[in-house]
């Protein structure tokens, strides 16, 4: 390709192996022959002081586990105009692809040596002092002798991951189908977190699907079957599942540590199915005997297009040739995986990563920022309404930070939806603060909200800000932030009641509606409604005697005066073809009736009568 140099450092192209959101991957050729993959950044993200310190811990963490189990640094110069990182290169498929496009779920022997591998590769992890944190198929590359873990994009050190994956405000951190418990609730991380991750994986090797289901019913419902339910191991071969469950262990002190499961009990025969490996064999001798120009290169950096024409047609017959040879049985080989990139690991392909990462406490390049100490905190106001009857509000968190940086995640809740977002800092004094360019992070439902407007944020008293963005102004409190947002009068199991006209005294309503309520931070999915009611035959009007069930889950969107929760979405895994699709907003209010405790539900597209719930 026009753009692709020569040569990046000392290492000569070969050709490209993959092309990602965060830049260009390449194989190469060192002086003495070594093949390696070069991860090239893309000149707009080497423009960004935030980003360039991202890539350099990538490649730090890289560096500390020194290739056990995972790829080894070759080089890199992460200061470089285009920064760079050469990693041994890996002749081997993804999980994903193999398990997907290649040859489908593998046998209990190569998934207990899998087991044995991944198990040895985490324990060099985790004695590096560090967590991975998004261990997933497509993270995983299946090699003749045996798994290689990759990409370290989120990987933290253990004494500074207090926050699990999410953010105080739920911005997913990590894969949603292949997260621990502790991540989906915001906790404090462990090594038992990649553990738990393993177990996920381990799954979806021996059977083909994620254990707690595919984005594709919806990402807050995978999120809370991964808190609060049991995983699906249906079709888990029966020497798997005391291996399985073990890693799936909600509680992570109950979970096997790696130096346990290196020593899983594996046969006398190759990890691998013969017929995969005589393939992994094949298609790797025949990438790396691509070969390039023998003369010894000259350590240069990357180049403009038109300096990179010398050479330019003998890339290209390589770069075809590579190609051949990765896309050979049906699936592209994966190099490395990018952070915040396109890639999938659930059986049908739904998206394997969302959310924004972890807003720092202090500035990016870890000065202080010039947020002043007042502004920093949740804050949250009514756009529409009033206080106790909201149609619709507002809620920023502030962090610490610099201009230019995301400092601010806001959470918008309307009737109809729920957008949350990232907003840059524009400028801060002792009296105000201005956010401009935002982004969306979470949109409820799928694809229907757009980036928050330029916003600005003027000190009236140390609890209350004017928030103002175009023609809107209004005033927000200060509320709570945290993994432990929600008032503990609320947390539980709660039940609605219904009044039946004429009911003998005997009667017992077959109808069901229930909510559950979970701590954790704004923006995660931690109310989960069920809902069971008789059937009705369609022409007669008549009950059948069959139940219909549906459930759905919807976000936490605030915890100022009230609870305001995102509209619900419909879990199609778990609900029947006559449940209704997502409802409105909601807001929640507990007070007494009859000596009990009453939670009452209201909807924020429009007035009316709440539903009343009771505890279960």
């Given at each position: 390709m026009p753009e692709d140099p020569p040569q990046i450092g000392p290492f000569r192209l070969l050709g490209r192996l993959g092309v990602g959101g965060m830049g260009r991957v390449y194989l190469a050729r060192s002086a003495g022959g070594r093949t390696v993959a070069v991860k090239l950044v893309r000149a707009e993200l080497a423009a960004q002081d935030e980003f360039r310190r991202r890539f350099a811990r990538e490649v730090e963490a890289l560096e500390r586990v020194g290739g056990t189990g995972t790829t080894p640094v070759i080089a890199s110069d992460t200061d470089a105009e285009s920064p760079w990182v050469a990693i041994g290169y890996v002749p081997g498929p993804s999980l994903r692809s193999v398990v997907v496009d290649q040859y489908g779920p593998l046998p209990a022997n190569s998934v207990r040596a899998l087991a044995a591998g991944l198990a040895d590769a985490l324990g060099h992890i985790h004695s590096a002092g560090l967590l991975h944190r998004d261990l997933k198929p497509s993270n995983i590359l299946l090699t003749v002798d045996g798994p290689r873990i990759i990409d370290f994009g989120i990987a933290r050190a253990v004494d500074t991951v207090?926050?699990?994956?999410?953010?105080?405000?739920?911005?997913?951190?990590?894969?949603?189908?292949?997260?621990?418990?502790?991540?989906?609730?915001?906790?404090?991380?462990?090594?038992?977190?990649?553990?738990?991750?393993?177990?996920?994986?381990?799954?979806?090797?021996?059977?083909?699907?994620?254990?707690?289901?595919?984005?594709?019913?919806?990402?807050?419902?995978?999120?809370?079957?991964?808190?609060?339910?049991?995983?699906?191991?249906?079709?888990?071969?029966?020497?798997?599942?005391?291996?399985?469950?073990?890693?799936?262990?909600?509680?992570?002190?109950?979970?096997?540590?790696a130096a346990e499961l290196v020593n899983v009990p594996l046969p006398e025969e190759p990890w691998l199915p013969a017929g995969l490996l005589a393939g992994l064999g094949r298609h790797a001798a025949r990438l790396l005997d691509a070969d390039g120009d023998p003369t010894p290169p000259t350590p240069v950096v990357p180049a403009p297009a038109a300096a990179a024409a010398p050479g330019r047609r003998r890339r290209t017959v390589l770069a075809a040739a590579s190609a051949a040879a990765v896309l050979a049985a049906a699936g592209t080989f994966a190099v490395l995986s990018w952070h915040g990139g396109s890639g999938t690991d659930n059986a049908k392909g739904a998206p394997g990563r969302t959310?924004?990462?972890?807003?720092?406490?202090?500035?990016?390049?870890?000065?202080?920022?010039?947020?002043?100490?007042?502004?920093?905190?949740?804050?949250?106001?009514?756009?529409?309404?009033?206080?106790?009857?909201?149609y619709e509000t507002g809620r920023i968190e502030i962090t610490q930070g610099r201009a230019g940086e995301k400092a601010g995640v806001y959470v918008h809740v309307t009737g109809e939806r729920l957008c949350m977002g990232r907003s840059t800092l524009v400028s801060a004094d002792a009296d105000r603060i201005v956010f401009g360019e935002s982004d969306v992070t979470t949109s409820v439902p799928e694809k229907r909200c757009t980036p928050a407007a330029h916003q600005t944020l003027t000190v009236r008293s140390p609890e209350v800000l004017e928030w103002t963005s175009g023609d809107v102004s209004t005033t927000f409190h200060r509320s709570k932030s945290g993994p432990r947002t929600v008032p503990p009068a609320f947390v539980g199991h709660w039940q609605q009641k219904f009044d039946v006209l004429d009911a003998p005294p005997d009667y017992e309503d077959p109808r069901t509606f229930e909510m559950t309520v979970t701590q954790g931070p704004v923006g995660a999915p931690l109310v989960r409604f069920t809902e069971n009611y008789p059937r009705t035959d369609d022409e007669t009007g008549e009950q059948t005697g069959d139940m219909v069930n549906c459930a759905s889950t919807a976000v936490l969107g605030g915890v100022g005066d009230l609870v305001i929760l995102g509209p619900p979405t419909l879990d199609p895994g778990q609900s029947d073809p006559e449940c209704s699709p997502a409802g409105s907003a909601q807001n929640l209010r507990i007070d007494r009736f009859e000596g009990k405790e009453r939670l009452l539900m209201y909807g924020m597209s429009a007035d009316g009568e709440p539903a009343e719930y009771f505890r279960k």
């Open positions: 207090t926050d699990g994956g999410l953010t105080t405000t739920g911005a997913v951190v990590g894969s949603p189908g292949f997260m621990s418990p502790e991540q989906v609730r915001g906790e404090r991380l462990t090594p038992a977190s990649d553990i738990f991750c393993m177990g996920a994986v381990l799954a979806y090797a021996a059977t083909g699907r994620p254990p707690f289901g595919s984005a594709d019913s919806g990402v807050h419902a995978v999120l809370f079957r991964i808190a609060h339910e049991e995983p699906d191991l249906a079709g888990l071969p029966p020497e798997l599942d005391p291996l399985v469950r073990r890693c799936l262990d909600k509680d992570p002190a109950a979970r096997p540590t959310g924004a990462p972890v807003a720092s406490s202090v500035g990016a390049d870890g000065s202080d920022g010039i947020v002043p100490d007042d502004f920093l905190g949740a804050w949250e106001g009514v756009l529409r309404g009033s206080a106790d009857a909201p």
